[in-house]
Every structure is written in C-alpha cells, then in structure tokens.
C-alpha cells in the first residue's frame, strides 16, 4: 500500500509549503482529481490496463431484497402518501460490496444464507448475473429470506431503512469445512461486513492461519465485532463507529485509539458522507519519525490545504510522524484526508449503499495495489456514481464506466 503504482500519474502529487503552525520540517502532499477531465477523455476510447492477478475476494455477511419507495418528502404519522419512484433490487451490506466489486473486474465469492422463497431465489439471481459467485450460499428449504423496505426521502436526500432478518439465522455448523477450504483458495483478500458474526469468525479465524489479509466494515457496534476486528488488517468504519468503539473525544484521536488496540490493523478509515473520509496508515516499513505532532492540529492543517473548487474526490497526506492523542498514545503513521465528489443536488437521487460502494472499490484498491492517496479518491468515485440513481446497485459503474478511466 506504500508504493507508488506505476499508473499514479492518475493523481498528480504537488508539494505543498509547510502551514506557520506546522513543524518546519513536516511536507504535505495533495492530490487532486481537477485535471481528470481530460485525461479521461484520452483514456476512455484506450484499452484498459490488465486486471489485477490476484482478484479472488471472499466475502461473508448480509445480503437481502430491497424494496424501495422514493417519496417527495418523508411522511408524518397517520399519513398515506404515493411514491414517485419504486423499484425492487438485491440489497444487504455484502451482497452491495461484492456486486461493486464484480462490476469492477474483482471475482467475488460470497458466504451468506437465504431460504428457499421467490426472495431467495432472486438474491441469487441477481448476484450471479452480476458476477458474484453465489455458490457457497447456503439455501434454508424452510423459513424466509432477508428483506429491507428502504424509504427515500427526495427533499433530505436521506433513506429509511426497515429490516427484517432472515430464518433461520445462520450458524457456524452449515459450513463444512471442504466448503469453506474451497471458498478461500485462492483469495486475495476476505471482507466482513460485521453480519453471521458466529460464522464470520470461523472464516476469519482460518484466514488468518492462511496469512490471508482481512478487511472488516465496522458501521455500528455489533456482537462479535470486536473478534473480527482483533483479526482485521483493514477496517472501514462509518463515521460514528470510532467514537463509539474507544470512547475517545473526536475521530482522529479515536483512530489513533484503534491502531493502537488493534496491532493487526494497517489502516483504518471513518467515511464521513458528503464530508469524504479520514484514514489513519500505520508505518510498518520501520523508518524513524522525524517529528511529533498531535493528530488534532495535524487534520487541521490538512484541511486547510483542501482545494475548495475542486469537484471531483482528492486526497490530502501527510507525511510519517508520530502521532499523538490526548491521554490515549501515540502511533506512527500517515494521516489522510479525503473530499467527496461535489455532486450537484439535481443528480443525487438515493444514498443508499454508497458505503457499500466504498468498500467495494476499496477491495479493488487493495487488490490492485493501489496507493492510499489513489485508493481514497476511487473510492470516493465510485460511492459518489452509486448516488447517482435509486437502489444501492442500479448506479453502481463498471469497470469500463468512462466517468472511473483516469484511475486505471
């Protein structure tokens, strides 16, 4: 994840001059997606780069129907309101991921359970007609699959979700072993999205004795969570998990908190919405810090040099130092701030799963090997293009999307 891929001209660095507040000898590196509108163009009719060798990724977790209703306005109690948009599509955190990973040119396996209903039946459907590999499911001949009414309000430009799990849930027991031996061969990468944790941490669990790295969404504080997270390499977390999880005051010290009672992770990332995302690397290549600085002042600093016209994602780094939070410690590393596409209003039509998006993209990042400072704008890139229609899915680009050409 340190070094630079050979197609980085995608994001041109340019070093910037130190803030007065900032340590003389600190140097700031921005990069930024202004130019890509050109470069796209020329990309767009050129045949793309080779996949990535390595592109197995094993998922386990949520997977459901969403059915979708978009509303004028979310209704008050005792209303009856008609919807101006509707639509039925698979749904669920890891079904979202591994689709946007499949669009993206990965080969996405997936490990989650549904029954054998008319529901059931077109998760697997539809999974498998966008290249996600639905043939470690397992199938409940009793029961009901998992399903979501989801309730997007078009004035707040926010969604409503209403779950209803599936039965029964699975258990660790329907997995053989040979199942999950063939499930992993080959993987590059296994992702978790914190759902079947029982199951989730037998996956892991043998992962981790592969040497197969893992990346684990934390969006909210679950049962068993903090058993994958032990095992995690990666974490992707929403923007209330960190504080939530460490108690600490803000996110970056929260951050600096989870490196720190997790040895295991490389990075951590907090998703922030329209607001980007902010990501903690710990330095692993065992060079010295040439400073000390409090993580607080640092993201200041970083968002100060935030281009502001800027309308597609860029990212913002800094360079390794120790970095420190009141009261919790100190951790060496690089801090990153990343900005969301400026989507004009008239274009966003449904959020939902545009964290999902991120990940998936994030798996490919991974995959590819891509640098975080072109891994943060992909992501950012390809969750921004999911908002863009209704459903977590019906947005979500393909590899050959035009709009995704500069990053190849």
Known sequence: ??????????????????????FPSLQFTQLAGSHRRDFRARMSSESLPPLPEDRIVLGCGAVSVDFLAAVASYPKPDDKIRSTSSKVQGGGNAGNSSTCAARLGLNPR???????DGQGKSILNELESDGVDSSFFIVSEKGNSPFTYVIVD???????????PGHPPMTPNELSQSSLARALDGARIVYFDGRLHDTALVIAEEATRKKIPILVEAERIREGLDDLLKLATYAICSAKFPKAWTEAPSIPSALVSMLLRLPN??????????????MLERNVNGSPDSEEMDVEVLL???KQRKDDSAVLPTCISSPVIQLTAKGIGAVSGRLFVGTAEKIPPSEIVDTT??????????????????????MIPFASQVAALGCRALGARTGLPHRTDPRLASFF
């Open 1 to 22: 994840m340190l070094t630079l891929s050979p197609f980085s001209n995608a994001t041109s660095p340019n070093l910037l001059s130190p803030h007065p507040l900032s």
């Open 110 to 116: 997936l490990i989650s359970k549904v029954a054998s």
């Open 154 to 164: 078009s004035q707040t430009k926010t969604r409503t979700c209403i779950h209803s």
């Open 265 to 278: 992770l490389k990075f951590v990332i907090a998703t922030l919405g329209e607001d980007g995302c902010i």
């Open 300 to 302: 200041e600093l970083l």
């Open 353 to 374: 799963g545009a964290g999902d998006a991120f990940i998936g993209a994030s798996l490919y990042a991974i995959c590819a090997d891509m640098p975080p400072e072109k």
